[in-house]
């Protein structure tokens, strides 16, 4: 008797295409296509030298790629289409860019592919060159064909060698004549992990009066269905006054997404009651995924599909998290991986020679070392995030946080529960960035103060927290020294919000905003005004500045003494009564610094949108009652430490229910749209 076994081989899935930018977006071209040949940073195969002379020479072979790329701008192809361009003869171009390479050593960490192909389709003459880094930054040429008329070119590559990290691209050559690129793609014998054709997801956005981004992303997501294919449904949570169904261009943005395309309007919930909403529905309408996206964005749609299929094959259900371009300035990357430092409880990078701000229009994939090594993290922004329904399952909706440290939180709670997160490369979208805003001061800084020590109770393995507590109270006195008191207060607000409790959570998430935006009356410095000519002209009996103002940070090492004295002195120093009705000096937003401003009994300011100015004054009355209030907050959360981290603890799971935010939305509904 004898016995068959028969292996069942998995079809060829297309795991990745190869994509091109709309005409108009020739700032993003270095994005998708590089007019260079490949080069990269050849760092020596061992690390045994100084530190410094390897890095000297990683920079200096960056700066050489550097000016190489820009020379190559003027080899660019003509971009015929999303996936097809024609390059002229005689010229080369890259396809090793952040859109179009292929993150190797992700599928092999995360998912079970053990081999990609590669399939490039191309017309005319040429040479098509494929290449792989490892995780220094190390090309390597790894197999070549000669094209010739129309055909398509097939190169099958093992992912063996990207454990640590490295990608894999091609080079496109014309020889003989112009070559079109007719298409590309890379896929994989691999299996999804729910089975049948892959799982479906709810595209979720939140919004708050952002109504023509909101209009831009629709209609771009009508004009790419093809990427559309897993989606099940898109849904904007519209939580402003200014609604995106009052648009005029609604009805004809939505008609390509109908069937598809869903409103709900509720009360101002904040970005964690945005969010939230969008898990809760994407648990009842039975989808697989939800796709959490800001509204102030521009969407790459090929990146819904990339997420979608990345996460359908990852070994287990794992968060997939985008990668953050500058919306103003769009070839420069501004968030590439995301980490919490356990001791200080605050966001950090998870590696220290990773450059956020890094502009791949000048400095490429290729030639940049550090993003060569893959890239583990606590969680992503919630700019461009999706989230297993099974994850949702079992750990609950976003904590009821309003806004900061939401993301940060559920990424560390899943984390603790197993669940990996993943920023995923060549999925991206263009935000904002971070330069142009300060959410530091103002009504926002009540939710980073609450929100960062209420992860630091629930998270933090450190006995009271590690440093969270000495560096909460260190912020305290720097925005008291800067006469922030409307910041201050509403941080100290914060503190005793938190000390009241984890069951203020959910009524505070409609309630305490109101409060918080009521005292801006109350407070000189949260005035802002847009002209300056609305102030007082600046005056001081002080003697001007020799030469160029110079405003230099104490350091370190004299802080201490620095800070007692200029304590000490606006405590006690009488205010200037020139000062009480004119400013002694104008700065603008880069001098805007705790340790200028600290100089002065009356500062002008501008914000950092550089819409308005801020007056702000010395007060020593309000200075006392702030560091002391602040002090005795601070010293209570000490002594209270163990006891409030065990109720934050014990109430996670119920504030972050199902059931406690159906409760919530229950109370702020306000309509329902469907097209």
């Not at 939580?239 to 390509?256: I, L």
């Not at 994939?365 to 890239?375: D, E, G, K, P, Q």
Request: a negative charge; one cysteine or more; hydrophobic letters at 35%.
């Amino acid at each position: 008797m004898s016995t068959t076994t028969t292996t069942e081989v998995s079809p060829q899935r297309v795991l990745q295409r190869v994509i091109l930018p709309e005409a108009v977006q020739t700032d993003v071209i270095p994005l998708y296509i590089d007019g260079g040949n490949a080069t990269g940073v050849h760092l020596p195969t061992r690390l045994d030298g100084n530190a410094a002379d390897t890095i000297a020479q990683a920079t200096a072979a960056q700066e050489n790629v550097a000016t190489n790329s820009a020379l190559s701008k003027t080899n660019q192809p003509d971009v015929l289409g999303r996936r097809s361009a024609q390059i002229s003869s005689g010229k080369t171009v890259s396809f090793g860019t952040y859109f179009n390479a292929f993150p190797a050593s992700y599928w092999r960490r995360w998912t079970s592919l053990q081999s990609v192909t590669l399939r490039v389709h191309t017309e005319g003459e040429g040479m098509v060159v494929v290449y792989k880094s490892n995780a220094r930054g190390v090309i390597q040429r790894v197999d070549a064909a000669v094209v010739a008329g129309a055909m398509t070119s097939e190169f099958d590559l093992t992912l063996a060698p990207f454990g640590d990290g490295g990608w894999y691209w091609f080079d496109l050559s014309a020889t003989k004549s112009d070559v079109t690129l007719v298409e590309a793609e890379w896929t994989g014998a691999i299996t999804p992990r729910l089975g049948g054709e892959g799982g479906k997801a709810t595209v979720q956005i939140t919004t708050m009066n952002k109504v023509q981004y909101c209009i831009d992303n629709i209609r771009s997501l009508g004009e790419n269905l093809d990427a559309l294919g897993s989606v099940k449904e898109i849904l904007i949570v519209d939580q402003g006054t200014e609604k995106v169904s009052d648009h005029p261009d609604f009805e004809d943005v939505v008609a390509p997404l109908a069937g598809k395309f869903r409103i709900i309007n509720q009360g101002n919930l904040g970005g964690s009651g945005g969010f939230a909403r969008g898990m809760y529905e994407s648990v009842n309408n039975g989808s697989d995924y939800v796709l959490l996206l800001d509204d102030d964005v521009v969407v790459e749609p090929e990146s819904i599909l990339r997420m979608i299929t990345f996460a359908d094959y990852c070994k287990n259900p794992t968060i997939v998290g985008g990668h953050m371009f500058d919306m103003y300035d769009r070839s420069v990357l501004h968030a590439f991986g995301e980490v919490v430092n356990p001791w200080r409880t605050f966001y950090d990078r998870p590696h220290e020679d990773m450059s956020l701000g890094h502009d791949l229009g000048k400095m490429n994939l290729r030639s940049t070392h550090w993003m060569h090594r893959r890239v583990d993290v606590d969680y992503n922004g919630w700019w461009m995030c999706l989230i297993p329904t099974e994850i949702i399952e079992q750990i609950g909706l976003s904590l009821p946080l309003f806004l900061k440290w939401d993301d940060a939180e559920y990424g560390l709670r899943a984390k603790e529960a197993g669940f990996a997160t993943v920023s995923f490369p060549g999925a991206a979208l263009w935000h904002v960035s971070w330069q142009d805003k300060d959410d530091s001061v103002g009504w926002q800084a009540y939710f980073h103060e609450r929100n960062r020590l209420i992860t630091a109770l629930i998270h933090s393995p450190f006995d009271k927290g590690g440093s969270v507590l000495r560096e909460s109270l260190f912020l305290d006195v720097k925005h008291a020294l800067s006469m922030q008191y409307y910041t201050e207060e509403g941080r100290l607000m914060a503190i005793e919000d938190l000390l009241s409790g984890p069951d203020h959570l959910h009524p505070s998430l409609s309630a305490r905003l109101p409060v918080i935006r009521g005292k801006v009356k109350d407070f000189q410095d949260a005035q802002l005004k847009t002209n300056l000519d609305d102030y007082p002209q600046p005056k001081t009996n002080k003697p001007p500045f020799k030469g160029r103002r110079n405003f230099k940070s104490p350091g370190y090492q004299k802080l201490i003494p620095w800070a007692v004295s200029t304590v000490g002195r606006q405590l006690f120093k009488p205010v200037d009564d020139l000062a009480k009705k004119h400013p002694q000096i104008q700065l603008n937003y880069s001098e805007n610094r705790w340790w200028t401003v600290s100089k002065f009994d009356s500062v002008l300011v501008t914000n950092a949108e550089g819409t308005g100015i801020f007056w702000y004054q010395r007060d020593p009355q309000q200075l006392r009652a702030n560091l002391a209030r602040a002090t005795k907050l601070h010293a209570r959360i000490y002594r209270e430490w163990a006891s409030l981290r065990q109720q934050y603890r014990d109430a996670a799971a119920r504030v972050a229910s199902y059931e406690a935010w159906q409760e919530t939305f229950n109370q702020h509904t306000e309509s329902e749209l469907r097209r």
